[in-house]
């Protein structure tokens, strides 16, 4: 049965099953764009778009281009059950992906998934894929394009030509069309256009810091272990429990490396904030190189090197009651047997046993560096 469409009310979407060459222009090898396709219900007004892949950035990219094509935003959103739109492709509840949802809520449509194993309700887009592999891709065939958007630009111009041919049947243009059913009763476009960010889930470690493309960023101690939800976007990462945001850091460009805002810190350790790993470092070598080196060592040993202040502040108090060479005495015997806690440093300050090592070793270097220890230049 044929179906009848109301204006402005429904877009399919989908991603051709064909797809077309673009030339690395460094390497001269061939890589295959995908070509998303969308069609609207009432005017059967085309838009096509070529993507560098069926990702969900590219996906979701590819809809924000759409809405500022049409100038406007349709009621529905039609898509396919692809992987980036649906998580679960039930017939009577569709999960769908938590970006896709918040792009849809962003321009105030609604996604509906086509029901799995009804071809009707995709038929249009279907029928509008096979019009573009034909009128689009079958005509750019022999060009050769060493970019999206040169090979865009050649679709741009051809999508046009497919919109203003006359439809047999209606005596009019898809785009004149539009221009009459579809076009006026969109909703209007918010700008500015939906940036992308992808969620995540992960669990707070014990360090109240939470993992994002191998960067860490601090949340509120008190969520230590929790289940927390991660909002990425180029700009941002988000942290949200139960719904509430709980935290925003500005997203840092490289890898490794901790972002800590003092307030998350438990109260013990916001009173070490004012130190800097540079500066600790500063101190120890004061009392001796073998006491910088172990302080070295006990920052290098943890997640990230704030969390060994408390410990070296405390190995370097014991210079108040031991003094400073018998300190670096037993800093020495520490870093030998990898000894490296306020309460092993002061057991061989008790013992004695820093005067054996000097007794012992009266020349002794301080220990090298090793591949475990970072070096003074990585905590600048």
């Known amino acids: 049965m044929r179906q009848s469409h109301v204006g402005g009310e429904k877009v399919f979407v989908d991603f051709a099953g064909d797809t077309m060459g673009v030339v690395d222009p460094g390497s001269g090898e061939v890589w295959q764009a995908k070509l ?23 996906w979701l990219g590819a809809h924000v281009n759409l809405f500022a ?12 059950n692809l992987k980036a739109a649906v998580t679960n492709p039930d017939r009577h509840d569709p999960g769908l992906n938590r970006s896709y949802l918040e ?18 309700d995709k038929a249009k887009v279907e029928q509008s894929v096979l019009l573009a592999e034909r009128w689009i891709m079958a005509r750019l065939r022999h060009a050769r394009f060493f970019s ?4 865009n630009a050649a679709i741009t111009v051809l999508t046009a030509e497919l919109n203003a041919r006359i439809m047999r049947g209606f ?38 810091h939470v993992e994002a493309d191998s960067h860490w960023y601090s949340v509120p101690f008190r969520l230590i272990r929790q289940l927390v939800d991660l909002r990425i976007s180029e700009a941002t990462v988000e942290v949200f429990h139960k719904g509430e945001r709980v935290a925003s850091h500005a997203r840092v460009s490289h890898r490794r490396g901790h972002t800590t805002i003092a307030e998350h810190m438990p109260s013990a350790h916001r009173r070490h904030a004012q130190w800097t790993p540079a500066r600790l470092l500063e101190e120890a070598g004061k009392v001796g190189p073998a006491t910088m080196v172990l302080c070295e060592a006990v920052m290098a040993a943890r997640p990230h090197p704030e969390q060994g202040f408390r410990t070296c502040l405390g190995i370097l108090n014991l210079a108040q009651t031991y003094g400073a060479a018998r300190l670096e005495a037993a800093c020495g015997r520490g870093v030998g047997i ?21 007794e012992e070793e009266p020349d002794r270097q301080p220990p090298p560096l090793h591949g475990n220890i970072r070096g003074g230049g990585y905590f600048h």
Do not use: H
């Open 36 to 58: 998303f396709v969308a069609c609207m219900g009432a005017s059967n007004l085309v838009f096509a778009e070529a993507r560098a892949s069926e990702t969900l950035a590219d």
């Open 69 to 80: 094509a049409l100038g406007g935003v349709p009621k529905f959103v039609v898509c396919d």
């Open 103 to 120: 792009m849809a809520a962003y321009y105030g449509t609604t996604i509906l998934p086509a029901r799995p194993g009804k071809p009707r």
């Open 148 to 151: 999206l958007a040169e090979l």
């Open 171 to 208: 005596g009019a243009s898809r785009a004149e069309l539009f221009a009459s059913l579809d076009g006026p009763a969109l909703r209007g476009l918010r700008m500015p256009p939906y940036a992308f960010a992808r969620w995540r889930r992960c669990r707070v470690g014990l360090d109240y």
């Open 338 to 358: 990898r000894a490296r806690t306020v309460t092993s440093i002061r057991s061989i300050l008790q013992t004695g046993l820093d005067r054996t090592f000097l």
